[in-house]
Each structure stands twice: as structure tokens, then as C-alpha cells.
């Protein structure tokens, strides 16, 4: 593409940090550069999107990956979650997750193979919320929630949890795991 024409599309959509202009179908979109993975995975083990590895024990609530700061037209959501001590309280393993986006709070528990909790609601899967912007299904032993922006986060039912997150949240999201690489 030529430069005239890469700067004729920049001024017809600007994009977030992170994000290329891309023309799809005679229209110029934004698409992000990469999609972010972070994890939690047995006695857990962390692994954030900026590419940072840690272990902590703790047996709390914590906010794992939230929106902060100016969004300009991102979806918000926030990703927490609860540890538990099996049988040593030297180590935790990831227990209870929580989505809350497109004012719903899904949540992922511990040994609910089959289903999800949905504004307090114990459902069986699949479920679709809204007109597509959230579905949970589940995929072999896993559980795996997916929005419509590229959110996805996965939980086994028992102590892995993944979180893929567009690139477009570049320096948009706070928590234990930030996008910032």
C-alpha cells in the first residue's frame, strides 16, 4: 500500500496504541498487533502479559486484570480471582473466577464442571449472553468465556486459569497482570 494511501486511512480511523489500520471489506478498521496471554496455573505459578513469572500463596480475592484509565471506546471488564489451600497452607490454588463485562458477572468455581454461574445463577453450558457479546462453553475440560472484543479467559475447573487479551488494552488495564510490553 502506498504511503499517500497508509495516511488517507490513519485519518479516516485512528486507532489504539497497539492497533494497525487494516482495510476489511472497502472499510478501514482497526485491528490489534498481537493478543496478550497471562496465566495462573497449580500452586500457581503467574505469568503476566508483560511477560514477568511469579509465585504467590495468597488465599484471597485479588483483581487479576481490570480496565483503567481512559478506555476511548474499549469495552470494561475486570477478571478476579480466589485462591484456596488444599490441604497445605503453604501453597493456594486458583479456586473461583469472576468476569464481570457488558454488566454481566460470570463466574467460573472449582469443581462445577458443566457450568457457570451467571448473576448468581448456576447454569449449564453453553450459554450466550446478550446479543453475542459473551458466550461460555466448554471446551474438553475447560471451561472458556469469550466476548466479542477478544477477551477470552479459560478455567479448568480446578487450578489453570488463561487470559488472552487484544493488544488494543495496551496501558488500559491494571491488576497483578498488566498489558504494557
Same mark, same amino acid.
Given at each position: 500500500m502506498s504511503?499517500?494511501v497508509?495516511?488517507?486511512?490513519?485519518s479516516?480511523? /485512528?486507532c489504539?496504541?497497539?492497533?494497525?489500520?487494516r482495510?476489511?471489506?472497502?472499510?478501514?478498521?482497526?485491528?490489534p498487533?498481537y493478543?496478550?496471554?497471562?496465566?495462573?496455573?497449580?500452586?500457581?505459578h503467574?505469568?503476566t502479559?508483560?511477560?514477568?513469572?511469579?509465585?504467590?500463596q495468597?488465599t484471597c480475592k485479588y483483581v487479576i /486484570?481490570k480496565?483503567?484509565?481512559?478506555?476511548?471506546g474499549?469495552?470494561p471488564? /475486570?477478571v478476579?480471582e480466589?485462591n484456596?489451600?488444599?490441604g497445605?497452607?503453604a501453597v493456594?490454588?486458583?479456586?473461583e473466577?469472576?468476569? /464481570?463485562?457488558?454488566?454481566?458477572n460470570i463466574?467460573l468455581l472449582?469443581n462445577?464442571v458443566g457450568?457457570?454461574?451467571?448473576?448468581?445463577?448456576?447454569?449449564?453450558?453453553?450459554v450466550?449472553l446478550?446479543?453475542?457479546?459473551?458466550?461460555?462453553?466448554?471446551?474438553?475440560h475447560?471451561?472458556?468465556?469469550?466476548?466479542?472484543?477478544?477477551?477470552?479467559?479459560s478455567?479448568?475447573?480446578n487450578s489453570?486459569?488463561?487470559?488472552k487479551?487484544p493488544?488494543?488494552?495496551y496501558?488500559?488495564v491494571?491488576g497483578?497482570?498488566?498489558?504494557?510490553?
Amino acid at each position: 500500500m502506498s504511503s499517500s494511501v497508509h495516511r488517507w486511512l490513519r485519518s479516516l480511523q /485512528s486507532c489504539q496504541v497497539k492497533e494497525k489500520c487494516r482495510v476489511e471489506k472497502g472499510e478501514a478498521v482497526c485491528v490489534p498487533e498481537y493478543t496478550g496471554t497471562c496465566w495462573a496455573l497449580g500452586d500457581p505459578h503467574y505469568h503476566t502479559f508483560d511477560g514477568f513469572n511469579f509465585n504467590f500463596q495468597g488465599t484471597c480475592k485479588y483483581v487479576i /486484570s481490570k480496565t483503567c484509565g481512559n478506555l476511548d471506546g474499549l469495552v470494561p471488564f /475486570s477478571v478476579t480471582e480466589r485462591n484456596d489451600n488444599r490441604g497445605n497452607t503453604a501453597v493456594s490454588f486458583v479456586r473461583e473466577v469472576d468476569v /464481570s463485562v457488558y454488566g454481566y458477572n460470570i463466574t467460573l468455581l472449582k469443581n462445577q464442571v458443566g457450568r457457570v454461574m451467571v448473576d448468581g445463577e448456576l447454569l449449564n453450558l453453553p450459554v450466550q449472553l446478550g446479543e453475542g457479546q459473551v458466550s461460555v462453553s466448554q471446551r474438553g475440560h475447560t471451561a472458556v468465556m469469550e466476548t466479542d472484543f477478544g477477551l477470552s479467559v479459560s478455567y479448568d475447573w480446578n487450578s489453570e486459569l488463561v487470559i488472552k487479551l487484544p493488544s488494543s488494552y495496551y496501558t488500559s488495564v491494571c491488576g497483578l497482570w498488566q498489558l504494557q510490553r
